[in-house]
């Protein structure tokens, strides 16, 4: 049985650091070099000066990172500033070896307030082994399970039809969803040759269906 499992934990490594800064840390990949993994790590925080101490305390903590690129920076007023990095730090002794020595199908690791998150879809046998061997290297705070079937099934009620796919196209390149509307839902009705109530019916279904995809893929991407 494919399980997907939601692990809240706190490691002695580089998340210890989250907990004295307003930062939060996105994995992007971990690939493993021998004793070592290298990582790409989104760093974000709507503090500049916070986010690059966070940076600066990094660089100097040489027991838990070995080196730290900084590749990019970036502001965004909706989303604060970020920063892409590379990383360098120990392999044994972590969580990524964990995940990495079972039968994980993908996983996913976000890291704030001292706290690492871990989004992990294997199969229920190799998922009980992980819990087995993480009760040995850290402080697990809460556990969810998750049989990734109910999920699949979530995702699939969640796909547009081809009708529904035609409602949307149509509604935005009217501008219905611009934040001055272009066209009203009489209008989209109009061009739809249906009733008012009908359109109005049929883009709140379309839009719960976008919405409850996005809560799914949230567990992989945005967690």
Same mark, same amino acid.
């Given at each position: 049985?494919?399980?997907l499992?939601?692990?809240?934990?706190?490691?002695?490594?580089?998340?210890?650091?989250?907990?004295?800064y307003?930062?939060?840390?996105?994995?992007?990949?971990?690939?493993?070099?021998?004793? $070592?993994?290298?990582? @790409?790590?989104?760093? %974000?925080?709507?503090?500049? #000066?916070?986010? *690059?101490?966070?940076? &600066?305390?990094?660089?100097e903590?040489k027991a838990?990172?070995?080196?730290?690129?900084?590749i990019?920076?970036?502001?965004?007023k909706?989303?604060? $500033?970020?920063?892409? @990095?590379?990383?360098? %730090?120990p392999?044994?002794? #972590?969580i990524? *070896?964990?995940m990495? &020595?079972?039968?994980?199908?993908?996983?996913?690791?976000?890291?704030m307030?001292?706290?690492?998150?871990?989004?992990?879809?294997t199969?229920?046998?190799d998922?009980?082994?992980?819990?087995?061997?993480?009760?040995?290297?850290?402080s697990?705070?809460?556990?969810?399970?998750?049989k990734?079937?109910e999920?699949?099934?979530?995702?699939?009620?969640?796909?547009l039809?081809?009708?529904?796919?035609?409602?949307?196209?149509?509604?935005?390149?009217?501008?219905?969803?611009?934040?001055?509307?272009?066209?009203?839902?009489?209008?989209?009705?109009?061009v739809?040759?249906?009733?008012?109530?009908?359109?109005?019916?049929?883009?709140?279904?379309?839009?719960k269906?976008?919405?409850?995809?996005?809560?799914?893929?949230e567990?992989?991407?945005?967690y």
């Amino acid at each position: 049985m494919v399980l997907l499992l939601d692990i809240k934990l706190q490691h002695e490594d580089l998340s210890m650091l989250t907990e004295k800064y307003p930062v939060k840390l996105y994995v992007l990949n971990s690939i493993p070099l021998s004793d $070592y993994k290298r990582a @790409l790590v989104l760093a %974000s925080s709507y503090d500049k #000066s916070s986010l *690059e101490s966070f940076i &600066k305390v990094m660089k100097e903590d040489k027991a838990h990172v070995k080196h730290v690129k900084v590749i990019s920076r970036d502001y965004n007023k909706n989303n604060g $500033y970020s920063a892409y @990095l590379e990383t360098i %730090s120990p392999l044994r002794g #972590s969580i990524t *070896e964990v995940m990495l &020595k079972h039968n994980v199908y993908e996983f996913k690791e976000v890291i704030m307030n001292g706290l690492e998150h871990w989004i992990v879809l294997t199969n229920s046998i190799d998922g009980r082994r992980i819990l087995d061997d993480l009760e040995g290297r850290a402080s697990v705070i809460s556990i969810r399970r998750i049989k990734a079937n109910e999920m699949l099934k979530m995702i699939s009620r969640s796909m547009l039809t081809n009708d529904e796919l035609k409602i949307l196209k149509i509604a935005y390149r009217k501008g219905y969803f611009d934040k001055t509307r272009h066209s009203t839902a009489k209008d989209i009705a109009a061009v739809l040759g249906v009733s008012k109530s009908t359109f109005t019916k049929n883009i709140r279904r379309i839009l719960k269906k976008l919405i409850m995809k996005e809560i799914c893929y949230e567990y992989f991407y945005n967690y």
